[in-house]
């Protein structure tokens, strides 16, 4: 099915430890962007992506890398994750003009 | 950056009653969309209203958009058990883009 696939869907990590959250869509969209979300919050944008070798930041990007070597993937790097990354982590890809496809989320937990 | 500022922040009705929502932005936008979130999941793509729309319908859904107020609204019509959830707009003028905190919409059976 076409959609947005984020992989995984829970997670838990030791303060200080690295781990690359996956994303991949298969609309050949050429927006793709990671959100968080805290608990009652809206979604906040950590890094935001227009295409192929293009990356920007987003709200809050401090201690999150992107890479966007191909159209279909965009993962979100923790460098040394923080128990104030704890949060649950949205992909999105968006066509030009078109609402926005959603992953089903990576809940992470940082102890 | 562009935010959308829903409004109320919880709303509590009947099943069978009328639910509308708000939204209210800042600065201008080509587009405008109303998502919807279950507890603890993704995000669903309800609908898009262009800058050069006023009016747009989808099924019980009915969302108009005021540019010369800035403002959004979301009609569900004949509310179900199952409409129960959090309503976010999401405004684009741009490729930065925020979600506001969102409606909480609980619907009574």
């Known amino acids: 099915n076409a959609g947005v696939t984020q992989t995984p869907k829970f997670q838990v990590l030791k303060t200080g430890q690295s781990m690359t959250l996956q994303c991949a869509q298969d609309?050949?969209?050429?927006?793709m962007s990671w959100y968080r979300q805290d608990p009652g919050m809206g979604l906040r944008l950590i890094h935001y992506s227009v295409g192929a070798g293009i990356t920007d930041q987003g709200e809050v990007p401090n201690g999150y890398n992107v890479s966007r070597s191909t159209t279909e993937d965009f993962p979100l790097r923790l460098l040394s994750a923080a128990p104030s990354q704890t949060s649950v982590y949205f992909c999105?890809?968006?066509?030009?003009?078109?609402?926005?496809?959603f992953g089903s989320g990576t809940r992470l937990t940082v102890v | 950056s562009q935010q959308g500022e829903e409004d109320p922040q919880a709303l509590s009705i009947q099943e069978g009653e009328n639910a509308t929502m708000n939204c209210s932005y800042k600065t201008s936008i080509n587009n405008l969309q109303w998502y919807r979130q279950n507890s603890g999941r993704g995000l669903v793509h309800l609908i898009l209203?262009?800058?050069?729309?006023r009016e747009k319908h989808s099924g019980r859904l009915r969302v108009t958009l005021d540019t010369s107020k800035k403002s959004s609204s979301l009609l569900i019509t004949a509310s179900r058990a199952a409409d129960t959830a959090s309503y976010f707009c999401?405004?684009?003028?741009?490729?930065?883009?925020?979600f506001g905190a969102g409606t909480r919409l609980f619907v009574k059976a």
């Open positions: 209203i262009r800058s050069n729309e």
């Open positions: 609309m050949n969209h050429e927006y």
């Open positions: 999401h405004v684009t003028g741009g490729f930065k883009t925020i």
């Open positions: 999105a890809s968006s066509g030009s003009g078109d609402g926005y496809t």
